[in-house]
């Protein structure tokens, strides 16, 4: 009988890293530096006797990647990505705190639904908050410390197959091409991925890719902090769609160098915080009084901001003719509203998902379908939990999947629950940090109990 995907969830969630090496390949070689390629060549170090990572961004040099479009927004790292994040680098907490990151224990953490506070669960695990240059910094420092992971500064261009085998990366460098060999190939490549390309000409068939229009426009201004240890480290306030405001929510974090990140977002021609002013005027008019504290101090640079115009997945699992020695991670294969802070925990657990799969012993001449069948369930999850929120927005007309009406209700009545409730509140957090599958949350007795909370509420 097959796992169940919450049993398989939780397994995966459970991963750590062996012991001692378990070499299975010769070399792997990861195209793309993102989190999700450095997660994966940290796995595979385990697996290869090396780890090559093709990247166009020199991964030597400090800072920020130009790679990261992204990187001046608010990112967050979820309790579950943070939890995977100290098994694959013991002492990972210590490291970033001693650079900057800030520890969020749950009384630091506050959260509004409509301008009413949740109640807090005091069991919550911790979290870090920090840029997305100092996480991803502190992550590829750790990687490229590993003795046997190197990189190469270059532009991928295809892949080299002998018949059903992928044997290496051809690139580009400097004006001159070349083929790094290998044994295992990993696509890191992010949302932008030319594997399909690849694929397709090559001969091999091409994954379907499944898209949902969200139009997300969001804004990130950083402001000065003068509290060293702030009683707050993140604060969230949502809007609910039906409330039909132009602004969808805001957060605001500690981060490194004394500073407060805040962002708030909005969907379709509604782009709340584009400048300055508009952004602290709605900080102060527009949620708790919080963050018109943060918005009164020293706004530091100009607001920058970013559109995400879908959520879109490849669905791998799903080809029929795929070549052996190649897997694809990350955004890769998935990528969601940044709203839910999804990515980083995501891209840890499809790195777990790739640690089981070669603990497993596979045949590497064979195609990797025990993989993309665990990393299925990840995505499953996390794509369930983004897509039936963005579903209830009044712009976004689905599709729908089987069943919707009632989960949409049923998942109303349970956020609605989270406000006052501590048990489902814990049970929510668990599944929205991604420590728990969705379908551990969706059952008749967290919705009974529910319906009985909100009934009292009123």
Known sequence: MPRSAVRTFAELNAVRPP????????KAVVVGGSVAGLLAARVLSDHAESVVIVDRDDLDAPGSRPGVPQGTQLHA??????????????????QAVAQGAIESPP????????????VLVPDDADSLTGSRPLLEGLIRQAVLRLPNVKTVTARATGLVFD????????????????????????????RSSRL????????WDRPVIRRMTVGLNYATALFRRHEPDPELTIVLALHSPSRGADVAGAAYFAVEDGRWMAMMAGYGDNRPGHTADDFVRRMREQFPPEFGAVAGNEMLGDVQTYRHADSRRRDFHALARFPAGLVSVGDAVASFNPVYGQGMTAAALH???????????????APAREFFALQKVVVDAAWSMSTSADLAL?????PYPRGYRFSSWASNQIVRATV????????????????????SLATPGVVLRALRVNRRAH
């Not at 979820?78 to 100290?86: A, H, I």
């Not at 009384?107 to 949740?118: E, T, V």
């Not at 399909?196 to 001969?203: H, I, M, N, T, V």
């Not at 009044?394 to 689905?398: K, N, Q, S, T």
Request: aromatic share 8%; glycine share 12%; proline share 7%.
């Open 394 to 398: 009044p712009h976004v007309d689905g």
């Open 196 to 203: 399909s390309e690849w694929l397709d000409r090559a001969g």
């Open 420 to 439: 006052t409730d501590v048990a489902i509140a814990r049970r929510f957090n668990q599944v929205v940090s991604m420590r728990e599958h969705p379908k």
């Open 107 to 118: 009384p630091s953490r506050r959260n509004y639904l409509d301008g009413r506070a949740k």
């Open 351 to 365: 790195a777990a998902a790739l640690a089981t799969y070669l603990r497993s012993g596979p045949a590497l001449t």
């Open 163 to 190: 018949g059903a085998l992928t044997t290496g990366v051809s690139y580009e460098a400097g004006g001159a091409s070349g083929v790094e060999t290998a044994d295992f190939v990993v696509d890191a490549m992010g």
């Open 77 to 94: 790292l979820l309790p579950g990505g943070f939890l995977q994040l100290e098994r694959l680098f013991p002492g990972f907490r210590e």
């Open 19 to 26: 012991e001692e090496p378990m070499p299975v390949m010769g």
